[in-house]
C-alpha cells in the first residue's frame, strides 16, 4: 500500500477532505512530532534516511506546514526583525531590500523597527518588540549595532541577532564586517595618487563607530606617506546633507582653501558641491570631491560624484541568510562585505 493510500485510509487520523496535520506526518511515518518538526526547520539534528521517509510522506499527502501554527509551536514568529537608528533614507531601503532577498522563497518576513540610541529607554523597547513580535532573529544595524548593552539584552533573552559593523565587535556567527576603514583608505590613496596634499576631511558624528573607522583608514592612509592634515582641515559633521554644506562653507570661503575634500558619506559631499557651485569652485578642475557608500546620488550629482561603494544590499542580505540558516551550523568565520572605490568624474589632479 503506498503512503497516500495508508494516509487517506487511517481516517482516525486525517479523514478524507481535511488536510494533513503535523501530527498525522507523525503518526503516519512512525516519528515523534519533534523529529517532523526539525525536518520542516532543515534541522541538521535529523538522520538523513528519516529525513528522506517523512519528506516523501509530506510529499505524497500534500502536507504544506503553516507558518503561523510553526510559530506558535516554537513559541516564534517566522519573523526577522531589522532594527535602526535613523540612518539616511536610500542606506534603510538598499538595506531592506539585501535582506528581503534573503528572505524570499522561506517563511519568513521582515519587520522594521526604529529607535533612538541617545534615549535611556530605548533598550527595553527594543526588548518589548522582540517579545512581542516573538522574533525569529534580529538584524541590528549601525548604530544600534555598535551598542554593546543592546546585544546582551538580546541574548539575555535568547534571541539570535547579527550585527553590522564597521569592524568586528562580536562573534563570527553574529557579525557582519563592513571594512569601513579600508575603503576610506583606499580613497586616501586615490587621492595622493592624483598629486594632492592639501588635503581636508569632513567626518561623520563622533557617536558612530563607523565615522571613527573611515577616519583613521582616511588619515592612516595619509601619514603612510608622511602627511598629517592640520586640525583645521578635519571638520566633523553629521552624515546629512546641511552639515555638508556647514562643513564646506568652513573649508572653502577662506582664502587657503583645499584642492581636494574626503567626505564620510555622498550626503555631505552633495552640500560641498552645493557650496562650491554657489562660490563658483569649479569641481573637479579647481576642487576634488570623494564621498561614501556610493549611494545612487553619487551617480546623479554633476559631475558625478567618485565615491566608496560599501555594497549594503549585499550586506543586509548577508545579515539575513546568518539568521534564518539552521542552528548549529555557526559560521567559521566573520562575514565580510568589503568596500571599493568607484571612480567618476569629481577628481582630477591639483592646478599647478
Known sequence: MSLRKKADSDTTTRPLGRPATINDIARLSGVSKKTVSRIINNSPLVRKDTRDKVEALMREVGYAPDPLARGLAFRRSFLIGMVYDNPTAQYLVDMQYGALDALRGSSFE???????????????????????????????????????????????????????????????AQMVVTHDHDGAAEAADYLLSLGHRDIALVTGPGAYRSAHDRTAGFLGALARR????????????????????????????GKQRPTAIFTGNDEMAAGVYKVAMRTGINIPRELSVVGYDDSPLASRLWPSLTSVRRNTRDTGRTAAAMLIQPEGQAALQIASVRPHLIVRDSCQPPLD
Open 110 to 172: 521582515l519587520v522594521v523597527h526604529p529607535c533612538d540610541t541617545r534615549s535611556p529607554g530605548y533598550i527595553e523597547g527594543v526588548k518589548r518588540f522582540v517579545q512581542q513580535q516573538k522574533l525569529h532573529g534580529v538584524i541590528l544595524v549601525p548604530r544600534a549595532s555598535e551598542d554593546q548593552a543592546l546585544a546582551d539584552m538580546l541574548d539575555e533573552i535568547g534571541c539570535r541577532y547579527t550585527r553590522i559593523a564597521s569592524a568586528a565587535l562580536d562573534e563570527s
Open 226 to 253: 608622511g602627511i598629517e592634515l592640520p586640525p583645521e582641515r578635519i571638520i566633523e559633521a553629521g552624515y546629512t546633507f546641511e552639515s555638508g554644506v556647514a562643513a564646506a562653507e568652513k573649508l572653502l570661503l
